[in-house]
C-alpha cells in the first residue's frame, strides 16, 4: 500500500501544482473581498501539503489491495472496456441494444455461460428497464437510430 | 399539528401511498442484497422520480432510504455480511442467534426496534427542525459560511479508515467543485471552453458513479475471485415473543435517541450510531448479562438497529432545515429535492411548511411500513439473498446509465458519470472514501460564496467573524474536529 500510496501523492501533487498555475491566470481580486482565483488557489495548496503527507505515511500491509487472480484480470478488463464501450456507443445506436449487449458481455464475464440463459435474461432486463422508464415513469431514454 | 394531519391525507393519496409502499419495499430488498448501501438504492431510484410531483418523488426515495437501512439487517443476521454498513454492529449478535437457530427472533428484533428508532427519530426531527429552522432564520452570510466549514471539516475527519485520506477526498472534491462559473462573478474557471462545463459538472452523475457504477466494479471483482455460489442460508422464522420484547423497550429508546442525535451531526452516519449505541448497551446492562454480548443477545441487535434508523430522522434535520446535507444520502436527497426545485433551508418552513409536513408525516408512515413488511415478510425478503451477483451488476449499470442521462436528457452527464465510477471504484480499492468528495461537491461553492459574500458585507474584513458569536463557535468547531482526532491518537499512544 506505501507504494501505491506514494505513486497517489505524486499524481496528486503534479494535479494542485496544475490546478494552481491554471488559477493564477484567473483575475484576482477587484480590492473588496476576493477574487475568483482565491479558493481554486487555496485548495490547491491544501491538495498539495495533504498530498506530501501522504507521500510520508507509512500503511503496514504490502499485499495487493486487488483481490483477484492472474486468469481474472483479462476478464475484469474486458468488463470495464465493455463499460466504456456501452457508454459511448449508446448515443449512435440506442438504449434497447446496446443495453442487451452489455448485460450479454457482463453476465457471461462473471461466469453464465448457458446461452438461454444469457440470451433471454439480456433481452428481458434491456426491454423490461427500457419499458418501465419509458412507458410507466416517463422518463425518456436515448433512442439512437436502433431504438 | 393541524399541518401534520393534513400532511397525513396528502400521503394517503392513492398514488403518493403507493409509491410510498413500494418504495419501502424496494428499499429493502436493496438493503438486504449485500454490497448494495442506502446511498446507491436512493442514487439509482432518483431519476425515477423525474417525472413524478415533487412530494410523491421524495417520498419514495424517503421510503427507499429507510427500507434500506433496515434491510440491511436482514443479510447481517442471515449470513453475517452487512447489506449495509450500517447494519455491520447487527452482525455481531444477529449471526450468533442464526447458528442458535433463532434468525426469526433476531430478524422480528431488528424490524421491531428499527420501527422503533425510526418513528422515535421522526417523532423528534418533527419537534425540533421548526425550531432550528426559527434560529436559522436569522443566519446571513458568515454564519452559512460557518456551517459549510464545520460540515467539511467533520466529514473528512470522520469519514471512516485513514483520516488523510478522508481529508483528501474531501479537498480533491473542493477543486473540482470550482469547475464551472464562478458564484459571485460568473468568471469561467477550469472550463477549458466547454460548454458543458460552464455548470460545474453536475453532482447526481458523480454520485451515481462513486457509488453505484463503482460498486458493480466491485460485484464484477468478487464474482471474479470466488465465483462460488451463494452461501447457504439457515433460518427459522419463529418471531421473538412479547416477554422476549419487553426487556428491549428501554435499550430501543434509548438507541433511537443516540441515533437521532448522531444523526443531527452532520458527517456522523448510521455505522457510528451503531457501534456507539451497541457499546451504551452493553455499558447499560448487568454484569452477568454483558458476557452474552457478540454471542447472540437480542438487546446487541436491538440496539444497533433502533439506532442506525435513528439516524435517518436525525439526518433530515440539517438537510430540511439548514440546507446541508449530513451524509452521502442525504446528499442525494438534497440533489433530488433541488431537481424537483425546492431549495432546503430554514426558508422552506414557511413557505412551503404544507411541503414539509407531507414529508414528516410521509417519513413517519414509511416508518410504520417498514415495521410492517420487516415482520410480515421475512421469508420473502431471505429469498432476495439468492438472487445472483452476475444479474445484479448490469442492472445497477444500467440503471446507473438512464439515471445519469435522465437528469438533463445529455450525454456529457453518462460521461461524467463513467469517469466517477472508475476513478470512485479504485478509490475504494486504495482506501479512500468517496463520501468526502460529493459532500464538498456541495459544501464547496457554499462555503465560497458565503465567504466571500461575508467579506464583501465587511469591506474585506475577516474580523466579522469576531462580531457573530454563531459563526465563530461554528469555526471554532471545524477546527477542532479537524485537530481533536490527531490529539486523541497522540494521547492514545
Redesign the interface.
Known amino acids: ?1 506505501t507504494l ?2 506514494r505513486i ?1 501523492s505524486l499524481i ?1 501533487l503534479v ?2 501544482v496544475l ?1 494552481w498555475m ?2 493564477n491566470n ?2 484576482a481580486s477587484n ?6 482565483d ?3 488557489k487555496v ?2 495548496i ?2 498539495g501539503l ?2 506530501v ?2 507521500f510520508f ?1 507509512k500503511e503496514n500491509d504490502e499485499e495487493s ?5 492472474r486468469t ?1 484480470v483479462p ?2 478488463v474486458s ?2 472496456v465493455a ?2 464501450l ?3 456507443v ?2 449512435f445506436i440506442g ?1 434497447t441494444i446496446s ?1 442487451i449487449l ?2 450479454f458481455s ?2 457471461w ?4 455461460r448457458k446461452w438461454v440463459p444469457l440470451i433471454v ?1 439480456s433481452i428481458l ?2 426491454v423490461g ?1 427500457g419499458a418501465v ?1 419509458e412507458f410507466l ?6 433512442h439512437g437510430i436502433l431504438y | 399539528m393541524d399541518l401534520l394531519l393534513q400532511g397525513l391525507t396528502n400521503v394517503f393519496a392513492p398514488t403518493t401511498i403507493i409509491l410510498l409502499i413500494a418504495g419501502v419495499i424496494v428499499g429493502i430488498i436493496i438493503g438486504a442484497l449485500p454490497g448494495l448501501t442506502a446511498t446507491m438504492g436512493v442514487a439509482l431510484f432518483l ?2 422520480t ?3 410531483d415533487a412530494v410523491t418523488g421524495i417520498l419514495l426515495l424517503i421510503g427507499v432510504y429507510f427500507g434500506s437501512i433496515y434491510g440491511g439487517s436482514i443479510s447481517a443476521i442471515l449470513l453475517n455480511t452487512p447489506g449495509t454498513p450500517a447494519s455491520a454492529a447487527t452482525a455481531l449478535d444477529g449471526y450468533q442467534l442464526t447458528k442458535q437457530g433463532k434468525a426469526g427472533k433476531a430478524l422480528g428484533t431488528a424490524a421491531i426496534a428499527s420501527g422503533v428508532g425510526g418513528i422515535l427519530s421522526v417523532i423528534m426531527l418533527v419537534f425540533i427542525s421548526p425550531q432550528l429552522a426559527q434560529l436559522a432564520l436569522d443566519f446571513s452570510a458568515p454564519e452559512m459560511f460557518g456551517l459549510a466549514l464545520f460540515g467539511l471539516s467533520i466529514i473528512s475527519s470522520i469519514s471512516g479508515g ?1 483520516m ?2 478522508g ?2 477526498a474531501g ?2 472534491g ?2 473540482i467543485a ?1 469547475i464551472g462559473m ?1 458564484p ?2 460568473s ?1 469561467p ?2 472550463t477549458f471552453d466547454q460548454l458543458s462545463l460552464l455548470n460545474g459538472l453536475s453532482f447526481i452523475p458523480v454520485m451515481i458513479g462513486l457509488f453505484a ?1 463503482s460498486e458493480a ?1 466491485v460485484i ?6 470466488d ?1 462460488q455460489g451463494l452461501k447457504k442460508i439457515m433460518a427459522s422464522y419463529v418471531l421473538p415473543k412479547w416477554n422476549e420484547l419487553k426487556k428491549l423497550w428501554i435499550t430501543m429508546l434509548r438507541s433511537g435517541f443516540i441515533g437521532t442525535f448522531i444523526g443531527i451531526i452532520p458527517g456522523a452516519g448510521a455505522d457510528i450510531a451503531a457501534f456507539v449505541s451497541y457499546n451504551e448497551a452493553k455499558r447499560f446492562s448487568k454484569k452477568e448479562e454483558k458476557d452474552t454480548f457478540g454471542k447472540g443477545n437480542l438487546k446487541g441487535v436491538a440496539a444497533s438497529e433502533a439506532a442506525n434508523n435513528g439516524v435517518t430522522g436525525g439526518a433530515m434535520v440539517p438537510l430540511l432545515t439548514l440546507g446541508i446535507p449530513g451524509d452521502a444520502v442525504t446528499a442525494v436527497l438534497l440533489g433530488a429535492l433541488v431537481v424537483q426545485g425546492i431549495q432546503p433551508g430554514p426558508q422552506l418552513f414557511t413557505t412551503s411548511a404544507d411541503l414539509v409536513y407531507t414529508l414528516f408525516a410521509g417519513m413517519f408512515v414509511a416508518n410504520i411500513l417498514m415495521l410492517i413488511f420487516g415482520i410480515s415478510g421475512i421469508r420473502l425478503f431471505t429469498k432476495i439473498l439468492k438472487v445472483p ?3 445484479i ?3 445497477i ?3 446507473s ?2 439515471g445519469a ?2 437528469i438533463a ?1 445529455n ?1 456529457f452527464d ?2 461524467t ?2 469517469g466517477a ?2 476513478i470512485g471504484y479504485f478509490m475504494k ?3 479512500f472514501p468517496a463520501s468526502p468528495i460529493v459532500l464538498a461537491l456541495i459544501l ?1 461553492p457554499m462555503a ?1 460564496s458565503e ?2 459574500r461575508t ?2 458585507m465587511s ?2 474584513s475577516y474580523s466579522i467573524f469576531l462580531d457573530r458569536p454563531i459563526a465563530l463557535v461554528l469555526i471554532i468547531f471545524a477546527v477542532l474536529s479537524l485537530v481533536l482526532p490527531l490529539v486523541w491518537s497522540k494521547i492514545k499512544k
Open positions: 500500500m501505491a500510496n497517489i496528486l494535479f494542485s490546478v491554471g488559477a484567473f483575475p480590492g473588496q473581498g476576493l477574487g475568483p482565491f479558493f481554486p485548495t490547491a491544501v491538495l495533504l498530498s503527507l501522504l505515511k489491495v486487488f483481490s483477484f487472480s481474472a476478464l475484469f468488463g470495464i463499460l466504456v456501452y457508454v459511448f449508446i448515443e438504449f443495453t452489455l448485460t457482463w453476465m464475464l462473471m461466469g453464465i435474461a432486463i434491456s428497464i422508464f415513469l416517463f422518463v425518456p431514454i436515448p | 431519476p425515477v423525474f417525472g413524478m485513514s488523510l485520506k481529508l483528501i479537498v480533491l473542493l477543486v470550482t464562478d459571485m462573478t468568471y474557471r477550469f457504477v466494479l464484477m471483482e468478487e464474482q471474479l475471485t465465483g451477483k452476475n444479474i451488476a448490469p442492472v449499470l444500467v440503471l446509465t438512464i442521462f435522465a436528457n450525454f453518462v460521461y458519470m463513467l465510477g472508475i480499492k486504495f482506501g464547496g465560497e465567504l466571500r467579506l464583501i469591506e474585506g
